[in-house]
């Protein structure tokens, strides 16, 4: 007897997230996009207080446990990597930098829809906004073969 397996909730999400984003200038424009607004949210975070950022990484990586263990890890290097750049950044340039790639970015993310021809995938879930960054990895995940 063959038992049928149930779709974890992270290839659930990943499924949803990747029906508005089929289009390679799209996909590639996120590839981009994503790590840009989350290293300058990090940013704007971390120049109200290094412990804000902390605590926001921390909240996701709960999050991020909580649906796969191997993204969770990852997320947390890729964290790590972008909050150490941002501690060497000398503090006078950390915010205005980080609004202006905020923005940019931004504005990148809505013009790959625009091409795309599909909304945003947060406009009906504020979750995607957590499940973008993992998108993004999951596209390295794949190329190098890593189970997620």
């Known amino acids: 007897m063959e038992f049928a397996s149930t779709p974890r909730d992270i290839d659930i999400l990943l499924a949803r997230y990747a029906e508005s984003h089929r289009n390679?200038?799209?996909?590639l424009i996120h590839l981009v996009c994503?790590?840009?607004?989350?290293?300058?949210?990090?940013?704007?975070?971390?120049?109200?207080?290094?412990?804000?950022?902390?605590?926001?990484?921390?909240?996701?990586?709960?999050?991020?446990?909580?649906?796969?263990?191997?993204?969770a890890v990852g997320m947390a290097v890729?964290?790590?990597?972008?909050?150490?750049?941002?501690?060497?950044?000398?503090?006078?340039?950390?915010?205005?930098t980080s609004i202006g790639v905020f923005v940019v970015a931004w504005i990148g993310q809505f013009i790959g829809h625009l091409i795309e021809g599909k909304k945003p995938s947060f406009f009906?879930?504020?979750?995607?906004?957590?499940?973008g960054p993992l998108f993004v990895l999951r596209f390295f995940y794949q190329r190098m073969r890593v189970a997620w």
């Open 24 to 27: 390679p200038v799209n996909e």
């Open 34 to 71: 994503i790590p840009a607004i989350v290293f300058s949210l990090l940013g704007i975070l971390w120049a109200l207080h290094p412990a804000a950022a902390l605590v926001a990484v921390g909240g996701a990586l709960v999050y991020y446990a909580r649906l796969s263990r191997p993204f």
């Open 78 to 96: 890729l964290a790590g990597a972008m909050l150490g750049l941002l501690a060497m950044l000398p503090a006078g340039t950390v915010l205005v």
């Open 124 to 131: 009906d879930d504020l979750r995607f906004l957590l499940i």
